[in-house]
């Protein structure tokens, strides 16, 4: 599988960045997909999750202001992000499980200045 991330930047807090991640080489349609992060000298936690059925869920901070979607007719997930706080910044990957391993992108930074 191949993830390719993009849609990262500095904004203030207050507003918003959609991340956007590119699938290939696997039926996108059928695997489960998630956003991670990653803020300096913490460990990386999961943000959000799409099944291939398309439910979602979320980590406790960020539900009400980030949205999870996804489109199989153009292998892609993607991450809405409002309201932005200093604490959401950190590198963002997409990621999913192929062939038993979870898999990461390459990541995105986020910065978000207060």
């Known amino acids: 599988v191949q993830l390719q991330a993009s849609g990262g930047g500095l904004v203030q807090a207050g507003g918003f960045l959609r991340l956007s991640c590119g699938v290939s080489r696997i039926i996108f349609s059928a695997y489960d997909m998630a956003w991670y992060r990653q803020a300096p000298g913490k460990e990386r936690e999961l943000v959000a999750s799409?099944?291939?059925?398309?439910?979602?869920t979320y980590e406790n901070s960020v539900k009400g202001r980030f949205i999870i979607s996804r489109s199989n007719a153009e292998d892609a997930v993607y991450l809405q992000m409002n309201s932005l706080k200093p604490e959401d910044t950190a590198v963002y990957y997409c990621s999913t499980v192929e062939r038993g391993r979870r898999r990461w992108g390459q990541g995105t930074q986020v910065t978000v200045s207060s």
């Open positions: 799409i099944t291939s059925g398309g439910g979602t």
